[in-house]
Protein backbone atom coordinates (compact mmCIF):
# COMPACT_ATOMS: atom_id res chain seq x y z
CA UNK A 1 0.00 0.00 0.00
CA UNK A 2 1.08 3.51 -0.77
CA UNK A 3 2.41 5.56 1.73
CA UNK A 4 2.21 9.50 1.87
CA UNK A 5 0.69 10.67 5.57
CA UNK A 6 2.64 10.15 9.04
CA UNK A 7 0.50 11.44 12.21
CA UNK A 8 1.72 12.38 15.63
CA UNK A 9 -0.78 12.71 18.23
CA UNK A 10 -0.68 13.78 21.67
CA UNK A 11 -2.64 12.69 24.48
CA UNK A 12 -3.67 14.03 27.44
CA UNK A 13 -4.77 17.74 28.93
CA UNK A 14 -2.84 19.83 25.69
CA UNK A 15 -1.54 23.45 26.48
CA UNK A 16 -1.23 25.32 23.15
CA UNK A 17 2.63 26.17 23.99
CA UNK A 18 3.36 22.51 24.29
CA UNK A 19 0.74 21.79 21.18
CA UNK A 20 3.04 23.91 19.06
CA UNK A 21 6.50 23.08 20.33
CA UNK A 22 5.85 19.62 19.85
CA UNK A 23 4.71 20.82 15.69
CA UNK A 24 8.08 22.63 15.95
CA UNK A 25 9.49 19.15 16.47
CA UNK A 26 7.86 17.73 14.27
CA UNK A 27 8.68 19.65 11.47
CA UNK A 28 12.90 19.33 12.72
CA UNK A 29 12.32 15.85 12.57
CA UNK A 30 11.00 15.27 8.77
CA UNK A 31 13.45 18.12 7.17
CA UNK A 32 16.25 15.85 9.21
CA UNK A 33 15.15 13.01 7.91
CA UNK A 34 14.35 14.14 4.47
CA UNK A 35 17.84 15.41 4.10
CA UNK A 36 19.78 12.37 5.74
CA UNK A 37 17.87 10.19 3.41
CA UNK A 38 18.16 12.40 0.02
CA UNK A 39 15.19 13.56 -0.35
CA UNK A 40 14.56 17.08 1.18
CA UNK A 41 14.15 18.25 -2.70
CA UNK A 42 11.93 16.01 -4.07
CA UNK A 43 9.03 15.83 -0.95
CA UNK A 44 6.82 18.43 -0.35
CA UNK A 45 4.51 18.57 3.02
CA UNK A 46 1.12 19.50 3.55
CA UNK A 47 -1.37 19.57 6.28
CA UNK A 48 -3.63 16.76 5.87
CA UNK A 49 -5.93 16.76 8.87
CA UNK A 50 -6.27 18.36 12.44
CA UNK A 51 -8.37 16.98 15.15
CA UNK A 52 -8.80 17.73 19.07
CA UNK A 53 -9.44 15.39 21.24
CA UNK A 54 -6.01 14.07 21.33
CA UNK A 55 -4.45 16.91 19.42
CA UNK A 56 -3.85 14.60 16.60
CA UNK A 57 -1.96 15.85 13.13
CA UNK A 58 -1.22 14.63 10.20
CA UNK A 59 0.67 15.91 7.48
CA UNK A 60 0.85 14.40 4.09
CA UNK A 61 3.85 14.22 1.12
CA UNK A 62 3.89 15.18 -1.99
CA UNK A 63 6.33 14.38 -4.63
CA UNK A 64 6.80 12.67 -8.07
CA UNK A 65 8.61 10.00 -6.56
CA UNK A 66 6.18 8.60 -4.38
CA UNK A 67 8.95 6.16 -2.98
CA UNK A 68 10.80 9.42 -1.51
CA UNK A 69 7.82 10.22 0.88
CA UNK A 70 7.80 6.63 1.76
CA UNK A 71 11.49 6.62 2.62
CA UNK A 72 10.81 9.14 5.22
CA UNK A 73 7.75 7.26 6.22
CA UNK A 74 9.67 4.13 7.30
CA UNK A 75 12.36 6.13 8.80
CA UNK A 76 9.87 7.92 10.97
CA UNK A 77 8.71 4.57 12.05
CA UNK A 78 11.95 3.75 12.70
CA UNK A 79 12.59 6.79 14.90
CA UNK A 80 9.74 6.01 16.76
CA UNK A 81 10.19 2.57 17.82
CA UNK A 82 13.94 3.35 18.94
CA UNK A 83 12.56 6.09 20.96
CA UNK A 84 9.74 3.53 22.51
CA UNK A 85 12.45 0.84 23.79
CA UNK A 86 14.70 4.00 24.81
CA UNK A 87 17.56 4.15 22.24
CA UNK A 88 18.48 6.96 20.52
CA UNK A 89 17.47 6.31 16.74
CA UNK A 90 20.20 5.12 14.46
CA UNK A 91 20.36 8.26 12.37
CA UNK A 92 22.45 11.57 12.28
CA UNK A 93 22.26 13.91 14.80
CA UNK A 94 19.80 16.59 14.14
CA UNK A 95 16.90 13.53 13.48
CA UNK A 96 18.00 12.49 17.09
CA UNK A 97 17.86 16.36 18.52
CA UNK A 98 14.59 16.42 17.08
CA UNK A 99 13.27 13.15 17.96
CA UNK A 100 14.28 13.29 21.34
CA UNK A 101 12.80 16.67 21.45
CA UNK A 102 9.33 15.55 20.81
CA UNK A 103 9.38 13.26 23.74
CA UNK A 104 10.36 15.81 25.89
CA UNK A 105 7.15 17.00 26.04
CA UNK A 106 5.87 14.25 27.93
CA UNK A 107 4.81 15.79 31.39
CA UNK A 108 2.07 15.48 33.74
CA UNK A 109 -0.50 16.81 31.47
CA UNK A 110 0.41 15.27 27.65
CA UNK A 111 0.25 11.66 29.14
CA UNK A 112 1.41 9.70 25.72
CA UNK A 113 3.01 10.66 22.78
CA UNK A 114 1.42 8.93 19.28
CA UNK A 115 3.82 7.95 15.94
CA UNK A 116 1.28 6.68 13.77
CA UNK A 117 1.73 5.41 9.72
CA UNK A 118 -0.08 3.38 7.66
CA UNK A 119 1.64 0.48 8.66
CA UNK A 120 1.85 1.39 12.52
CA UNK A 121 0.89 2.59 15.97
CA UNK A 122 3.95 3.25 18.43
CA UNK A 123 2.86 5.24 21.30
CA UNK A 124 5.86 6.52 24.18
CA UNK A 125 4.42 6.87 27.37
CA UNK A 126 7.87 7.54 29.22
CA UNK A 127 11.48 9.11 28.71
CA UNK A 128 12.73 6.19 30.22
CA UNK A 129 15.24 4.59 29.18
CA UNK A 130 13.71 1.11 29.91
CA UNK A 131 12.59 -0.66 27.62
CA UNK A 132 8.20 0.17 27.89
CA UNK A 133 5.78 -2.81 27.90
CA UNK A 134 3.11 -3.03 24.99
CA UNK A 135 0.46 -0.25 24.75
CA UNK A 136 -1.49 -0.77 21.74
CA UNK A 137 -2.66 -4.30 21.01
CA UNK A 138 -4.48 -4.83 17.63
CA UNK A 139 -6.98 -7.47 16.82
CA UNK A 140 -10.27 -7.93 14.07
CA UNK A 141 -13.05 -5.76 14.76
CA UNK A 142 -14.98 -3.13 14.00
CA UNK A 143 -15.44 0.85 14.79
CA UNK A 144 -18.92 2.78 14.82
CA UNK A 145 -18.72 6.53 14.00
CA UNK A 146 -19.42 9.33 11.59
CA UNK A 147 -16.81 9.70 8.19
CA UNK A 148 -15.60 13.32 8.56
CA UNK A 149 -12.34 13.69 6.91
CA UNK A 150 -12.07 12.97 3.54
CA UNK A 151 -9.70 15.44 1.52
CA UNK A 152 -10.03 16.55 -2.00
CA UNK A 153 -6.86 15.00 -2.74
CA UNK A 154 -6.20 11.43 -3.82
CA UNK A 155 -5.41 9.77 -0.07
CA UNK A 156 -5.48 6.65 1.49
CA UNK A 157 -6.47 7.69 4.88
CA UNK A 158 -9.74 8.84 6.26
CA UNK A 159 -11.12 9.96 9.79
CA UNK A 160 -13.60 7.92 11.94
CA UNK A 161 -15.20 10.31 14.73
CA UNK A 162 -15.83 7.66 17.09
CA UNK A 163 -18.30 8.82 19.81
CA UNK A 164 -17.94 6.62 22.40
CA UNK A 165 -14.89 7.45 23.10
CA UNK A 166 -14.83 11.04 21.87
CA UNK A 167 -11.60 10.27 19.15
CA UNK A 168 -10.48 10.52 15.47
CA UNK A 169 -10.20 7.74 14.56
CA UNK A 170 -7.81 7.25 11.53
CA UNK A 171 -8.40 4.86 8.66
CA UNK A 172 -6.03 3.37 6.15
CA UNK A 173 -7.66 2.01 2.60
CA UNK A 174 -6.24 0.18 0.08
CA UNK A 175 -5.77 2.07 -3.22
CA UNK A 176 -9.09 -0.33 -4.80
CA UNK A 177 -10.86 1.09 -1.84
CA UNK A 178 -10.14 4.90 -2.59
CA UNK A 179 -12.81 5.55 -5.12
CA UNK A 180 -15.57 4.07 -2.88
CA UNK A 181 -14.36 6.57 -0.16
CA UNK A 182 -16.52 9.54 -1.83
CA UNK A 183 -20.01 7.98 -0.54
CA UNK A 184 -19.36 7.65 2.54
CA UNK A 185 -18.39 11.14 3.86
CA UNK A 186 -20.52 12.83 6.29
CA UNK A 187 -22.07 9.25 6.59
CA UNK A 188 -22.54 7.16 10.30
CA UNK A 189 -20.50 3.82 9.42
CA UNK A 190 -19.02 0.81 10.75
CA UNK A 191 -15.34 -0.15 9.81
CA UNK A 192 -14.10 -3.40 10.38
CA UNK A 193 -10.52 -4.24 10.30
CA UNK A 194 -7.77 -4.74 12.29
CA UNK A 195 -8.25 -2.57 15.06
CA UNK A 196 -5.78 -0.93 16.75
CA UNK A 197 -6.60 -0.10 20.75
CA UNK A 198 -4.55 1.80 23.71
CA UNK A 199 -4.59 -0.81 25.90
CA UNK A 200 -5.36 0.58 29.58
CA UNK A 201 -8.66 3.14 27.95
CA UNK A 202 -9.42 0.48 25.18
CA UNK A 203 -10.22 3.38 22.65
CA UNK A 204 -9.38 3.40 18.71
CA UNK A 205 -6.58 4.54 17.65
CA UNK A 206 -6.66 3.21 13.81
CA UNK A 207 -8.22 0.65 11.25
CA UNK A 208 -5.95 -0.78 8.81
CA UNK A 209 -6.61 -3.57 6.33
CA UNK A 210 -10.24 -2.81 6.12
CA UNK A 211 -12.67 -5.49 5.36
CA UNK A 212 -15.81 -3.43 4.76
CA UNK A 213 -17.46 -0.22 5.72
CA UNK A 214 -20.91 -0.68 6.17
CA UNK A 215 -22.65 2.32 6.13
CA UNK A 216 -25.42 3.30 8.43
CA UNK A 217 -28.99 4.63 7.01
CA UNK A 218 -30.07 8.14 8.90
CA UNK A 219 -32.51 6.89 11.74
CA UNK A 220 -35.28 9.01 12.94
CA UNK A 221 -35.39 9.57 16.58
CA UNK A 222 -37.06 8.11 18.74
CA UNK A 223 -36.83 4.64 16.50
CA UNK A 224 -36.97 2.69 19.41
CA UNK A 225 -40.44 2.78 20.56
CA UNK A 226 -41.26 0.72 17.52
CA UNK A 227 -40.11 -2.32 19.84
CA UNK A 228 -41.87 -0.57 22.83
CA UNK A 229 -44.19 -3.50 24.34
CA UNK A 230 -43.72 -5.31 20.43
CA UNK A 231 -43.89 -8.53 22.14
CA UNK A 232 -45.80 -9.25 25.37
CA UNK A 233 -45.25 -12.01 27.69
CA UNK A 234 -47.65 -14.99 27.43
CA UNK A 235 -49.36 -15.90 30.40
CA UNK A 236 -47.37 -17.99 32.17
CA UNK A 237 -43.80 -17.06 30.83
CA UNK A 238 -41.02 -16.18 33.13
CA UNK A 239 -40.27 -12.38 33.79
CA UNK A 240 -37.36 -10.88 31.74
CA UNK A 241 -34.90 -11.22 34.57
CA UNK A 242 -36.10 -14.89 35.16
CA UNK A 243 -35.03 -15.95 31.19
CA UNK A 244 -32.08 -13.85 31.78
CA UNK A 245 -30.47 -15.40 34.30
CA UNK A 246 -31.80 -19.12 33.69
CA UNK A 247 -29.93 -18.11 29.75
CA UNK A 248 -26.55 -17.06 31.66
CA UNK A 249 -26.36 -19.60 33.87
CA UNK A 250 -27.18 -22.19 31.19
CA UNK B 1 -22.97 21.28 27.61
CA UNK B 2 -22.14 19.28 30.89
CA UNK B 3 -21.84 15.44 29.85
CA UNK B 4 -24.99 13.47 30.30
CA UNK B 5 -24.89 11.20 33.54
CA UNK B 6 -24.01 7.59 31.75
CA UNK B 7 -26.58 4.50 32.66
CA UNK B 8 -26.19 1.29 31.50
CA UNK B 9 -28.96 -1.27 30.93
CA UNK B 10 -28.44 -4.38 31.47
CA UNK B 11 -30.34 -7.23 28.76
CA UNK B 12 -33.12 -7.45 31.65
CA UNK B 13 -34.49 -4.22 31.67
CA UNK B 14 -34.48 -4.01 27.27
CA UNK B 15 -36.69 -7.34 27.48
CA UNK B 16 -38.61 -5.38 29.96
CA UNK B 17 -38.99 -2.65 27.51
CA UNK B 18 -39.93 -5.39 24.84
CA UNK B 19 -42.41 -7.09 26.81
CA UNK B 20 -43.80 -4.01 27.99
CA UNK B 21 -44.20 -4.72 31.29
CA UNK B 22 -47.11 -2.37 32.57
CA UNK B 23 -45.33 -1.36 36.04
CA UNK B 24 -42.12 -1.30 34.21
CA UNK B 25 -42.78 0.65 31.34
CA UNK B 26 -43.41 4.67 33.21
CA UNK B 27 -39.83 4.54 34.35
CA UNK B 28 -38.14 2.83 31.08
CA UNK B 29 -39.93 5.40 28.91
CA UNK B 30 -39.25 8.59 30.99
CA UNK B 31 -35.64 7.41 30.55
CA UNK B 32 -35.29 6.56 26.81
CA UNK B 33 -36.79 10.13 26.62
CA UNK B 34 -34.32 11.60 28.44
CA UNK B 35 -31.43 9.83 26.87
CA UNK B 36 -32.70 10.58 23.28
CA UNK B 37 -33.39 13.79 23.67
CA UNK B 38 -31.37 16.66 22.84
CA UNK B 39 -31.56 18.87 26.06
CA UNK B 40 -31.46 15.17 28.07
CA UNK B 41 -28.87 14.84 31.24
CA UNK B 42 -28.59 11.13 31.02
CA UNK B 43 -27.56 8.60 28.18
CA UNK B 44 -27.81 5.15 27.74
CA UNK B 45 -25.27 2.61 27.36
CA UNK B 46 -25.38 -1.34 26.93
CA UNK B 47 -23.26 -3.96 25.52
CA UNK B 48 -23.50 -5.84 21.91
CA UNK B 49 -24.21 -8.83 23.85
CA UNK B 50 -27.71 -7.17 24.90
CA UNK B 51 -28.83 -7.39 21.90
CA UNK B 52 -28.04 -11.35 21.15
CA UNK B 53 -29.57 -12.10 24.30
CA UNK B 54 -32.55 -9.62 24.21
CA UNK B 55 -33.63 -11.90 20.75
CA UNK B 56 -32.78 -15.21 22.41
CA UNK B 57 -34.69 -14.63 25.50
CA UNK B 58 -37.78 -13.64 23.79
CA UNK B 59 -37.62 -16.86 22.22
CA UNK B 60 -37.28 -18.92 25.19
CA UNK B 61 -39.83 -16.70 26.85
CA UNK B 62 -42.52 -17.83 24.45
CA UNK B 63 -40.55 -21.26 23.50
CA UNK B 64 -41.06 -20.64 19.89
CA UNK B 65 -39.31 -18.97 16.93
CA UNK B 66 -39.04 -15.28 16.94
CA UNK B 67 -41.72 -13.91 14.13
CA UNK B 68 -39.32 -11.90 12.14
CA UNK B 69 -41.72 -8.91 11.80
CA UNK B 70 -41.51 -9.07 15.75
CA UNK B 71 -37.58 -9.51 15.29
CA UNK B 72 -37.21 -6.40 12.97
CA UNK B 73 -38.84 -4.16 15.51
CA UNK B 74 -36.83 -5.21 18.22
CA UNK B 75 -34.04 -4.20 15.91
CA UNK B 76 -35.53 -0.62 15.67
CA UNK B 77 -34.22 -0.48 19.56
CA UNK B 78 -31.01 -0.27 18.85
CA UNK B 79 -30.44 1.64 15.54
CA UNK B 80 -31.40 5.57 17.35
CA UNK B 81 -27.82 5.52 18.73
CA UNK B 82 -28.78 9.70 19.96
CA UNK B 83 -30.44 7.80 23.03
CA UNK B 84 -28.61 3.99 23.02
CA UNK B 85 -24.73 3.78 22.99
CA UNK B 86 -24.13 0.52 21.74
CA UNK B 87 -20.26 -0.62 23.12
CA UNK B 88 -18.82 -3.62 21.78
CA UNK B 89 -16.73 -6.15 23.16
CA UNK B 90 -13.08 -5.71 23.31
CA UNK B 91 -9.66 -6.58 24.84
CA UNK B 92 -9.83 -4.25 27.85
CA UNK B 93 -13.70 -5.19 28.82
CA UNK B 94 -12.62 -8.61 28.98
CA UNK B 95 -9.47 -8.12 31.26
CA UNK B 96 -11.95 -6.25 33.40
CA UNK B 97 -14.52 -8.81 33.06
CA UNK B 98 -11.71 -11.31 34.20
CA UNK B 99 -11.05 -9.05 37.35
CA UNK B 100 -14.48 -9.52 38.10
CA UNK B 101 -15.12 -13.02 38.20
CA UNK B 102 -11.58 -13.47 40.13
CA UNK B 103 -13.19 -11.11 42.63
CA UNK B 104 -16.67 -13.08 42.52
CA UNK B 105 -14.53 -16.26 43.57
CA UNK B 106 -13.07 -14.92 46.50
CA UNK B 107 -16.30 -12.80 48.01
CA UNK B 108 -18.30 -16.26 47.01
CA UNK B 109 -20.75 -14.51 44.50
CA UNK B 110 -22.02 -16.63 41.29
CA UNK B 111 -20.87 -14.04 38.55
CA UNK B 112 -21.47 -15.73 35.42
CA UNK B 113 -18.74 -14.76 32.16
CA UNK B 114 -21.71 -12.78 30.58
CA UNK B 115 -22.51 -11.07 33.96
CA UNK B 116 -18.84 -10.01 34.07
CA UNK B 117 -18.99 -8.50 30.38
CA UNK B 118 -21.83 -6.82 31.24
CA UNK B 119 -20.32 -5.01 34.52
CA UNK B 120 -17.23 -4.81 33.13
CA UNK B 121 -19.04 -2.34 30.02
CA UNK B 122 -20.44 -0.69 32.60
CA UNK B 123 -17.27 0.15 34.04
CA UNK B 124 -15.21 1.23 30.91
CA UNK B 125 -17.77 3.69 29.94
CA UNK B 126 -17.54 4.88 33.27
CA UNK B 127 -21.27 4.44 34.32
CA UNK B 128 -23.24 6.10 36.69
CA UNK B 129 -25.29 3.67 37.57
CA UNK B 130 -25.55 -0.10 36.22
CA UNK B 131 -29.38 -0.52 36.31
CA UNK B 132 -31.12 -4.00 36.17
CA UNK B 133 -33.82 -5.97 37.94
CA UNK B 134 -31.68 -8.60 39.19
CA UNK B 135 -32.08 -9.21 42.67
CA UNK B 136 -28.02 -11.31 42.16
CA UNK B 137 -27.30 -8.48 40.53
CA UNK B 138 -28.49 -5.76 43.02
CA UNK B 139 -26.23 -7.15 45.77
CA UNK B 140 -22.88 -6.39 43.71
CA UNK B 141 -22.99 -2.58 44.26
CA UNK B 142 -20.38 -0.46 44.82
CA UNK B 143 -18.33 -3.77 44.90
CA UNK B 144 -18.03 -3.62 41.11
CA UNK B 145 -17.03 0.40 41.49
CA UNK B 146 -21.13 1.94 40.81
CA UNK B 147 -23.96 1.47 41.92
CA UNK B 148 -26.17 -1.04 40.95
CA UNK B 149 -29.52 -0.51 41.24
CA UNK B 150 -32.87 -1.15 39.93
CA UNK B 151 -34.38 1.26 37.07
CA UNK B 152 -35.28 4.66 38.56
CA UNK B 153 -35.34 8.07 37.24
CA UNK B 154 -33.07 10.02 39.06
CA UNK B 155 -33.97 12.71 41.78
CA UNK B 156 -34.32 15.79 39.96
CA UNK B 157 -34.39 14.41 36.68
CA UNK B 158 -37.68 13.81 36.19
CA UNK B 159 -39.51 14.51 33.31
Not at chain 1, 140 to 145: D, F, I, M
Not at chain 2, 94 to 121: C, E, F, K, N
Amino acid sequence: MAKDTLTLALNGEVPFDEYSDAISHLRALVNALSVELGVADSVEWFIHDLHTGSAVSTIRGESEKPEATERVIDAYTNVARALQVGNPPAYGVPVVRAAIAITRILNSRITSIRFETADEDIVITSTSTVAISETVRTALGAVEGRVQTLTERKSLRFILYDDLHDRAVSCYVREDQQETMRDWWGKRAIVEGEVSREIDSGSPIAVRKITRVQTLSEVERGSYLSARAVAPMRPGSPLPEEVIRRLRDA
Amino acid sequence: MPDRIRIYWDANVWLSYVNGIADRLPILDALLADSGSPNGSIRLFTSELTKVEVAYAKQEQDQRILDPAVEERIDKLWEDRTAIQIVEYFDAIGRQARQYIRMSITRGWRLRSVDAIHLATAKHIDAAEFQTYEERLLGYSNDVGFPVLRPHVLQGRML
